[in-house]
């Protein structure tokens, strides 16, 4: 059992700022990428950021100056500091930590809703 629990979700108005954190146990999390999806209402899942175990970033052209992916290997979290929302920011993100590419030590958070709206 490797639970990620999600928190920081909430309802905010266009412009404003959330930040999101991603908290592990069970796994050496050092060694883990870590990334950010959202889904919205009718959308596909979209990777929004992410961050290897070598801190080598990635942002979706959407996000890209707006959002910032960090970690703290030492508390086993993740945040997705989220700043000039915009309404089309508005799905549920969800958390991933994942060993390799083969799927078998990929794991989910539960998700949280961000709703920006005004």
């Known amino acids: 059992q490797v639970p990620l629990v999600e928190s920081g979700g909430g309802l905010v108005q266009p412009g404003g700022s959330l930040s999101l954190s991603c908290v592990a146990s069970?796994?050496?999390?050092?060694?883990?990428?870590v990334g950010w999806y959202r889904q919205a209402p009718g959308n596909q899942r979209e990777l929004v950021a992410s961050?290897?175990?070598?801190?080598?970033?990635y942002y979706s052209d959407s996000v890209k100056g707006r959002f910032t992916i960090s970690r703290d290997n030492a508390k086993k979290t993740a945040y997705l500091q989220m700043n000039n929302l915009k309404p089309e920011d508005t799905a549920v993100y969800y958390c991933k930590a994942n060993y390799g590419r083969s799927g078998k030590y990929d794991y989910w958070g539960q998700g949280t809703q961000v709703t920006v709206s005004s």
């Open positions: 961050a290897t175990s070598d801190n080598i970033v």
């Open positions: 069970g796994i050496t999390f050092s060694t883990y990428s």
